[in-house]
Antibody, heavy 124, light 103 residues
Framework: EVKLVESGGGVVQSGGSLRLSCAAS????????MTWLRQAPGKGLEWVAN????????YYVEAVKGRFTVSRDNAKNSLHLQMTSLRPEDTAFYYC?????????????????WGQGTLVTVFS | SSELTQDPAVSVALGQTVTITCQGD??????ASWYQQKPGQAPVLVIY???NRPSGIPDRFSGSQSGNTASLTITGAQAEDEADYYC??????FGGGTKLTVL
């Protein structure tokens, strides 16, 4: 069964740090770009960061640049998000997902596999 | 533009057809994907690359795309289709979501 399982969420004071992990099973995560997404309570989905198959390229939403770092350990089929200088506005469910892509005339990327999410709560 | 625009809410009578739309300039060069999210659950992919359904998604869900607009159509909406629906483009761009109510 193809599966992603996040862990590491919790309650932290503003300015604190947390490290999220995402364990992949049922597929070789080293063959895929991976992503972190988040959703504040009652709000919509927001992309946070992408990481290339070998970890050489990383992209972040402007709001987390310089504070969050995405990494991966392909030997352990895992993905991580190190979050520092946390702010109350970072409070959200954090999801990891696999990025599937198709070639062609149009850019085609989509998230076929999602984790169940882990809740991060930042209080001031 | 880096935005995708969706209507915040749409309703449909049980068994009728409803279309949810997503607009944005990025859709002129990229295919949208669509995600269904029910309360307390992670999103689920329902349509990708214009009109492809993952295994397990009912065939009442279909997608189309033209110009800067992508559409998700549910033909014969069921009570279990009541959910939030999000479009996405180029992985990093999400629409604001559409809350679908089945009456």
């Amino acid at each position: 069964e193809v599966k992603l399982v996040e862990s590491g969420g919790g309650v932290v004071q503003s300015g604190g740090s947390l490290r999220l992990s995402c364990a992949a099973s049922g597929f070789a995560s080293s063959s895929y770009w991976m992503t972190w997404l988040r959703q504040a309570p009652g709000k919509g989905l927001e992309w946070v960061a992408n990481i290339q198959e070998d970890g050489s390229a990383k992209y972040y939403v402007e709001a987390v640049k310089g504070r969050f770092t995405v990494s991966r350990d392909n030997a352990k089929n895992s993905l991580h998000l190190q979050m520092t200088s946390l702010r109350p506005e970072d409070t959200a469910f954090y999801y990891c997902a696999r990025i599937d892509a198709r070639g062609g005339d149009y850019i085609s990327e989509y998230f076929q596999v999602w984790g169940q999410g882990t809740l991060v709560t930042v209080f001031s | 533009s880096s935005e995708l625009t969706q209507d915040p809410a749409v309703s449909v009578a049980l068994g009728q057809t409803v279309t949810i739309t997503c607009q944005g300039d990025s859709l002129r060069t990229s295919y949208a994907s669509w995600y269904q999210q029910k309360p307390g659950q992670a999103p689920v992919l329902v349509i990708y690359v214009k009109n492809n359904r993952p295994s397990g998604i009912p065939d009442r869900f279909s997608g189309s795309q033209s110009g800067n607009t992508a559409s998700l159509t549910i033909t014969g909406a069921q009570a279990e289709d009541e959910a939030d629906y999000y479009c996405n483009s180029r992985s990093w761009m999400f629409g604001g979501g559409t809350k679908l109510t089945v009456l």
